[in-house]
């Protein structure tokens, strides 16, 4: 089974103490700022004397030693300072003679910096080193070797990186701590007893779930064949006995990163073919190549169709393609589509019965890295009812004047086809009710007799807005037909949908003398509507929740700012529909920054100018992914990414908006994403106090956020707070 859990945790520098012993004042000063500066707590001594005072009487967690003291050196020194202290160590010398590498790693070093003319790089390099070993907690490296030593001292060496060991002597081990363990990289030695590693290999990399592990050969014997053997049935490196340790922790550490990166890709694409199932099986769906021909279709498709999958691939959508279908629409649908843009529409389609059905239809161009079309997938909802009873109502009705008889008895004729087929009422001009048929009493649960002499009332929903039906008489009385989808109250209190239309029936004066309704069930169509809404406003949270994770935001900052943005939307009287439609946009907020290059996005310390204005881009990139959907809320979620980084008096990016201009979606989010920010913990800073928080907002009142809002916000912080208790990081 893949294993997704978090690969990283969120190391909070502040929570490590350095201590920095090197007698040159300035390089001493220069890694003091650069460590600080990243939030690290730092002390500075210039010779042992003073170093081994501060390893006695305080715990380090890292030490950043240099070779040549003025009253201590060398290998000696090394040993001292481990005899003082458990910390780990990162060696600082100009010295560049191997030998003193390979025996300071044997003495259990962390790392070994030159100073040389890319110091400044090596110093930053510190601050990725303490990074990757806390990461290395989660890595279980298996050790496959005969020799007990030489498990054990690759243990010790390996344990100075936070590594977790997992031994093996023999094949039959190590194929059993496979099964049992959760293993992300493999140190096998060739020569084994009963088994020789390369029948082991092929073994590992014959179980599916195993292979995509990395394995390193570690051998006494180094024959270009023994070597080009290895390699060729998968191994990562081959490493010879005896090797050198520095050389042989940094392919151990490229073979883990390796690892954790290939384990991300394949999570990730996991999630994907999750929300990939999910809607293959709540929807109609195909895929046409660049021609249009048929690449895939799901059951769902050849089911409504009529067609079985092998008459389908292949062939181009014509062959569904209703005559009543003009070719203008098609012609737009192609232009949209090749312009890189979504084509929405109800499509009229002809099974291969030759009968005729309706789809709600999405066509969308899946372009790759570089921009290019590779395949359009086309995404549908069956609509064929509601289609079909429009046309009924706009056609079959439309009775032509001539021989009475023939019109009476055609008149019969669809009395009762509409009768057998629809949930029908009658009602007397002050709405009683004087007919209804069986559909109508099998859907309502009332009988027809508890009905005939009362009016719709009886049913009517009480979550529906009184505007409804002050919109359905008014258009009645009128004299105009009314459509609409109405949510009415069965007899045993459960809610159901109906589509209806209810028509005035006039006389030869026009005068209305009755109105007639005739309904559709759309209970089950609305179920589905509401569970792919529902579906839709998950993948949004958990699309907003990758775009955080990639930027390391984990827990459950995107559920809290959905909290506090409805709260807060709520309080400043916006309605209930756009309290619910903020909640749903907000957490694609920061869903531009999947396009922020990583060196930039994950970098630990503070930006430059130059990758700060690139940072700032993230707010375009997120409206420009999300723009030129028409669905409600993801027209709200652009609106959203585009502007929570305005600022009120117009100091804000992209577009420097000033006060009210903002859109109040923006102006919101503004304040609950700041709040949550602030206030919890991050890979480079720690949670702020929240006297500390409340301090900064009344200082950015009319400055940073909408003054009316956080006036707002600050006399309702309680309920926030309890939004943020309720909603806590897993630490």
Request: hydrophobic share 35%; proline share 2%; charged share 30%.
């Amino acid at each position: 089974m893949l294993y997704c859990d978090k690969y990283e945790q969120n190391i909070e520098n502040s929570l490590y103490k350095i201590l920095i012993v090197e007698d040159s004042e300035f390089v001493n000063n220069s890694i003091n700022k650069i460590l600080v500066d990243k939030g690290y707590i730092c002390k500075q001594v210039f010779d042992y004397a003073t170093a081994s005072y501060n390893l006695v009487n305080t715990k380090y967690d890292f030490i950043i030693l240099d070779l040549n003291l003025p009253d201590a050196y060398g290998e000696e020194l090394v040993l001292e300072v481990k005899r003082l202290s458990k910390a780990k160590i990162i060696i600082l010398t100009a010295e560049t003679d191997i030998q003193t590498r390979e025996n300071l790693f044997k003495n259990g070093i962390l790392d070994y910096l030159v100073k040389d003319k890319y110091f400044n790089n090596s110093i930053v390099a510190i601050d990725q080193v303490i990074h990757s070993i806390e990461r290395n907690h989660n890595s279980n490296i298996l050790v496959v070797d005969d020799s007990k030593l030489i498990r054990k001292y690759i243990e010790s060496i390996l344990n100075v990186r936070n590594y977790n060991i997992v031994e093996a002597e023999d094949a039959e081990q190590a194929l059993e701590q496979l099964k049992v363990s959760r293993i992300n990289l493999i140190l096998l030695d060739m020569e084994l007893p009963g088994k020789h590693g390369l029948d082991v290999i092929r073994e590992i990399k014959s179980i599916p779930e195993k292979c995509p592990i990395p394995v390193i050969v570690i051998s006494g014997k180094s024959d270009p064949e023994l070597v080009r053997s290895s390699l060729k049935l998968g191994a990562y490196d081959f490493i010879k006995k005896p090797f050198n340790i520095e050389e042989f922790v940094l392919k151990v550490d490229a073979a883990i990163e390796s690892n954790r990166k290939s384990r991300e890709i394949l999570c990730k694409q996991q999630l994907l073919n999750e929300y990939k199932d999910a809607v293959d099986r709540s929807t109609i769906v195909s895929k046409t190549d660049l021609k249009g021909n048929i690449t895939y279709v799901n059951d769902r498709f050849c089911e409504l169709s009529g067609y079985r999958e092998s008459e389908l691939i292949g062939k181009s959508h014509n062959l569904i393609r209703h005559k009543d279908m003009s070719s203008e629409v098609f012609k737009e649908l192609w232009k949209t589509i090749k312009n890189k843009e979504s084509w929405f529409g109800i499509v009229k389609n002809r099974k291969k019965n030759g009968e005729a059905y309706y789809v709600d239809t999405v066509i969308s161009p899946i372009v790759d890295y570089y921009g290019n079309i590779i395949e359009y997938i086309g995404i549908r909802i069956d609509i064929t009812a509601i289609e079909t009873m429009k046309e009924h109502l706009e056609n079959e009705l439309n009775i032509s004047e001539g021989n009475f008889q023939e019109m009476y008895k055609r008149s019969s004729e669809y009395e009762k086809a509409i009768d057998v087929s629809n949930i029908l009422s009658r009602l007397k001009v002050d709405g009683t009710i004087t007919y209804v048929n069986q559909a109508f009493c099998d859907i309502s649960g009332y009988t027809e007799k508890e009905l005939i002499g009362n009016s719709h009332v009886m049913l009517r929903h009480p979550e529906n807005a009184p505007s409804l039906y002050k919109n359905i008489w008014n258009t009645i009385l009128g004299g105009d037909r009314w459509t609409g989808e109405i949510r009415h109250i069965a007899k045993d209190a459960s809610s159901y949908y109906v589509h209806s239309t209810i028509i005035p029936i006039k006389d030869a004066d026009d005068n209305i003398i009755e109105y007639m309704s005739i309904s559709h069930n759309m209970t089950e169509f609305v179920k589905l509507h509401t569970e792919l809404e529902e579906t839709q406003k998950e993948i949004i949270y958990r699309m907003g929740e990758v775009g955080e994770t990639r930027s390391k935001e984990t827990g459950f900052h995107v559920k809290r700012v959905a909290e506090y943005s409805k709260l807060l939307a709520l309080l400043s009287g916006l309605s209930d529909k756009n309290a619910e439609l903020i909640y749903s946009a907000s957490p694609m907020h920061d869903i531009g920054k999947v396009g922020i290059p990583d060196k930039i996005l994950l970098k630990p310390g503070r930006l430059d100018e130059e990758e700060w204005k690139i940072m700032q881009t993230h707010s375009e990139l997120g409206y420009n992914i999300l723009k030129k959907s028409k669905r409600r809320i993801l027209k709200a979620a652009a609106i959203v990414a585009y502007t929570h980084h305005e600022k009120w008096d117009g100091n804000g990016y992209p577009n420097k908006i000033v006060g009210e201009k903002i859109h109040i979606f923006g102006r919101i989010t503004a304040i609950a994403d700041v709040f949550d920010a602030l206030g919890s913990d991050r890979s480079y800073k720690k949670a702020w106090e929240l006297d500390k928080i409340l301090e900064l907002f009344k200082e950015e009142r009319g400055k940073h956020f909408d003054p009316k809002l956080l006036d707002i916000f600050l006399e309702n912080i309680e309920e926030f707070l309890k939004i943020r208790d309720k909603f806590k990081d897993n630490v």
